[in-house]
């Protein structure tokens, strides 16, 4: 049996990097991969739910990681059987009932994470307020896959909303409220 963090090796190299130095981009905190459903449940509001397919569907989230200080956290949408997870939509399931569609892929929230600000707001005055670890995950980044952080988070957040909002809401709107399902932001929406 694998001691792996996950199946997904661009997640065990950065829980690697977590492990040891934890503060490097505001809000995030990596948990335990793949928590049991019950957070998804209390958050899209079905308990008691007699929905014999809810398992099913909710088995297409993995929670993986707290996204804002606040109680926001971060899913892997399994949309398709793709082989490939780390290429797999990242969902932010807000604290305040907001649903975003914040990347493609692994690798596009890296870069987000790396403006070391929980709502992805870039922040020129690269001294102050930093994450104690920060400088050391950009560089992590930059030497792991040669990635940097995005001159315009925009242009990550709507290419995600645009490749996968409308479809994420689609797919909820088969189990969940149409409320919940019309939560999730996006120009695709």
């Not at 493609?104 to 104690?132: N, Q, Y």
């Not at 645009?162 to 809401?169: I, M, N, S, T």
């Amino acid at each position: 049996m694998s001691d792996a963090y996950s199946p997904i090796p661009e997640l065990n190299l950065l829980k690697e990097f977590y492990d040891q130095q934890p503060c490097f981009s505001d809000g995030f905190e990596m948990y335990e991969y793949g928590q049991p459903d019950d957070v998804f449940i209390h958050w899209l509001d079905m308990a008691g739910s007699q929905d014999p397919e809810l398992p099913g569907h909710l088995a297409r989230l993995v929670y993986f990681a707290q996204a804002t200080g606040s109680g926001s956290f971060y899913a892997l949408w399994r949309c398709d059987d793709r082989a490939d997870l780390a290429t797999l939509p990242v969902i932010r399931f807000g604290d305040e009932g907001d649903l975003d569609v914040v990347a493609i892929g692994l690798r596009d929230l890296f870069r987000l994470l790396a403006l070391d600000d929980e709502w992805f707001a870039p922040d020129e005055d690269e001294d102050d307020d930093r994450s104690m670890d920060h400088h050391d995950y950009v560089i992590w980044l930059r030497r792991t896959f040669g990635l940097t952080r995005p001159e315009d988070p925009s242009t990550i957040l709507d290419a995600a909303s645009e490749a996968y909002g409308r479809r994420f809401a689609d797919w909820l709107r088969q189990f969940a409220s149409d409320d919940i399902a019309d939560s999730v932001v996006g120009p695709s929406h």
